[in-house]
């Protein structure tokens, strides 16, 4: 799964690297956390991309009067097109999470150890996701990451990641005139999982009310690299 992530970075680099037009209040965030709001991009109804916040916790409209109606966090890349509860979103409004990297906990002895994943080259990550108009959350918009099986270093500490795209592919996953499920497949691709690197991090980050650079430093040597599969 993928329950907990970082963006410092700024805006006006996150802009220019997504070539996106916004303006979403900013600050530098190491612990981003389930229903809060996130920034993500996604192109408007004129086609242009644009840098927006959304709520982290996904519900359709349809769903939006039910009483505990579920708001999914994650959506599996293996049944996301298909999902009565999510196929209209990949079809129509796809996006990208920026993130500098993402925590994920691996059972060791003392109890979980988090991990943190990041580009080797230091590089923002773009996760995909998909997203719903709602009118009961602020933003007007609530979201969900798509994850996948995990690959490579990823494998070592948890078995499941978020789906980390391929900058050559994000205007294909971007784009909402591609909304046949195979066709959105077969033009994207995820980041090789060797530019991915990990490494053990303060337990703090399981709390969501820290929120600082301490988080992101490494306590411990990186895991060993995994293969690409």
């Not at 920026?98 to 691996?106: F, I, K, S, T």
């Not at 978020?162 to 066709?183: G, I, K, T």
């Not at 060797?194 to 820290?210: C, D, K, M, T």
Request: a neutral charge.
């Amino acid at each position: 799964m993928c329950g907990r992530f970082d963006l410092s970075r700024s805006a006006e680099e996150v802009l220019q690297t997504f070539r996106a037009l916004g303006e979403v209040p900013w600050g530098e965030r190491y612990n981003i956390a389930p229903g809060q709001d996130i920034a993500c991009v996604i192109v408007d109804v004129g086609g242009e991309r644009r840098l927006v916040a959304a709520h982290w916790g996904f519900r359709p409209r349809f769903a939006a009067g039910r009483e505990g109606a579920p708001a999914p966090i994650n959506a599996r890349a293996e049944k996301v097109a298909e999902s009565g509860y999510f196929r209209d979103a990949f079809a129509r409004r796809r996006a990208l999470v920026p993130a500098d990297g993402w925590y994920e906990w691996r059972p060791e002895a003392g109890g979980k150890r988090p991990y943190r994943f990041r580009h080797r080259a230091g590089s923002v990550l773009g996760l995909a996701a998909i997203w719903t108009p709602a009118d009961d959350v602020a933003s007007g918009r609530r979201l969900a990451i798509i994850t996948e099986p995990a690959r490579g270093v990823a494998r070592e500490v948890h078995p499941r990641m978020p789906v980390v795209l391929d900058p050559a592919c994000w205007a294909a996953w971007l784009d909402p005139a591609r909304q046949d499920r195979e066709a959105i497949r077969s033009a994207v691709q995820a980041l090789p999982a060797a530019a991915l690197e990990a490494y053990p991090v303060s337990r703090r980050v399981g709390n969501p009310r820290n929120d600082d650079p301490g988080l992101v430093a490494a306590e411990g040597e990186a895991l060993a690299p995994g293969d690409d599969a």
